[in-house]
């Protein structure tokens, strides 16, 4: 049998899980280029995205970047 899969743009969701991964792992670089790469995509991050870049910029001591990231959101 022929079963097709549709493949469709990544949404917000699907980023969030990403980003989840690559912060709970300490993965900040990564995550940082991901978030960068979904905007590019046209996918608007949520609150939840960048709380939990914010945390994990700032458990990972990065507060300087955490601090100008929080400013972004506006």
Do not use: Q, W
Request: proline share 1%; net charge positive; aromatic share 10%.
């Amino acid at each position: 049998f022929d079963e097709r899969i549709e493949v469709k743009r990544a949404d917000v969701i699907t980023y969030r899980s990403l980003l989840d991964v690559l912060c709970k792992n300490s993965l900040l670089d990564k995550a940082i280029g991901l978030f960068n790469k979904m905007k590019d995509h046209g996918v608007r991050p949520d609150v939840y995205i960048f709380t939990m870049l914010i945390d994990g910029m700032c458990k990972g001591g990065r507060l300087k970047n955490a601090k100008s990231f929080s400013r972004s959101f506006d």
